[in-house]
């Protein structure tokens, strides 16, 4: 189920990306991300776990990269360089 929201949100993301208002297209990036974190955070605790992150590969793959404080979580900031890189 999470690789299919998953799949959906970013299909969204790339879909906004062609858009037209830069700043519409800012927010609703802006929306995208936050959902795509409260999805990948199960316990809600405000933080992507390994093993949370394991629902989707590409963020698995990269996560001690993107865990910046090195402290095996990823928070909001380290969570949006995921998409940031991912766009480019």
Known sequence: ????I???????LSTLALAG???EDAAA??????I???ILDADQNGEITKKEALASQKLSIK???LDVNNNGNL??????????TEEK
């Open 1 to 4: 189920m999470k690789t299919l």
């Open 6 to 12: 998953t799949a959906a949100s970013l299909s969204l």
């Open 21 to 23: 208002n830069a700043k």
């Open 29 to 34: 990036v802006s929306d995208t991300i936050r």
């Open 36 to 38: 795509q974190f409260e």
């Open 63 to 65: 996560f001690a990269e």
């Open 75 to 84: 928070d909001r900031t380290e969570f949006s360089q995921f998409y940031t």
